[in-house]
């Protein structure tokens, strides 16, 4: 891998310098795993405007590298077969990113891209927002912008990022609660009709979830409530019932209840929420 230098110098002795790193910088990236990123606006090679907040729901592969860094065209090379067909339709999209001499990096463009986004950041800065100094460098957004994963080099496989998209991947959207309006009393069991749609090709098995917002709090408990496993074939709308009971200590108000699916409580996405009224 390359560390990225900012200074000027003659390909020859940069291409020297680059090769004698051997150590890896310690982090001074801006964002740090977990942290959910802001929003940015790049141009791609074709000078459209892209926005990072246009793709949410996806994850995203923000790939950067050079035109002149020898691993990042390795990467390049591989990454139609080894990362972009696999992924495409399945609700990745890959920002690859490059910030040095835009008309060379175009050609690269031109040689490699099967598909996915090529950019070109003018001012440099992206990188060192989330990069550690080596290129090639990519970093893995969740599908609400949140930091999840990010590494240094190319050794030939997309194993890794693969093993990220796969873990992170939840393809199976909420879409509608029924009943929207509920009233119950303590010790009342409470069912809810899910509407599910699986966004993707393969089949996707999830957990259904509940959580609630307690009467006169604006937030909710953050304490989910397992509901029922739920399997969809690609391409499928569904349904799926979860219940709740009331428990007796509840006191009478109203509360607002989510459902949300994933492969845990922790990383369930949610719906909109049901109104809940216990009497």
């Known amino acids: 891998m390359f560390r990225f230098i900012t200074e000027r110098y003659s390909l020859k002795s940069l291409l020297t310098i680059l090769t004698s790193l051997l150590l890896t910088l310690p982090s001074n990236a801006v964002y740090q795993i977990g942290d959910i990123v802001d929003d940015f606006v790049i141009n791609d090679t074709d000078g459209v405007s892209r926005s990072l907040y246009d793709y949410k729901g996806k994850i995203i592969v923000l790939n950067f590298g050079e035109w002149w860094c020898g691993p990042c065209n390795t990467e390049w090379a591989a990454m139609p077969a080894g990362l972009w067909q696999p992924n495409k339709d399945q609700g990745v999209m890959i920002f690859t990113i490059g910030s040095d001499e835009e008309a060379q990096f175009n050609l690269k463009e031109q040689q490699f891209n099967d598909g996915w986004l090529w950019t070109f950041d003018t001012g440099g800065q992206l990188y060192w927002d989330y990069g550690n100094g080596y290129i090639p460098y990519n ?18 496989s997309f194993a890794a990022i693969q093993n990220q998209i796969d873990l992170n991947l939840y393809d199976v959207a909420v879409h509608q609660l029924d009943p929207q309006y509920v009233t119950a009393s303590p010790g009342d069991d409470v069912t809810l009709n899910v509407s599910l749609t699986n966004l993707n090709a393969r089949q996707s098995i999830v957990e259904a979830f509940v959580d609630v917002i307690l009467p006169g709090h604006n937030a909710y408990m953050n304490n989910p409530m397992l509901g029922q496993r739920v399997a969809l074939p690609g391409n499928m709308t569904g349904h799926g019932v979860v219940s709740m009971r009331i428990p007796m200590v509840a006191p009478s108000g109203v509360y607002g209840v989510r459902v949300g699916v994933g492969d845990s409580a922790d990383d369930a996405r949610c719906s909109d929420l049901t109104v809940l009224t216990v009497e």
Do not use: S
């Open 139 to 156: 970093a893995i957004l969740d599908q609400d912008f949140r930091l999840i994963w990010g590494d240094a080099g190319f050794g030939g």
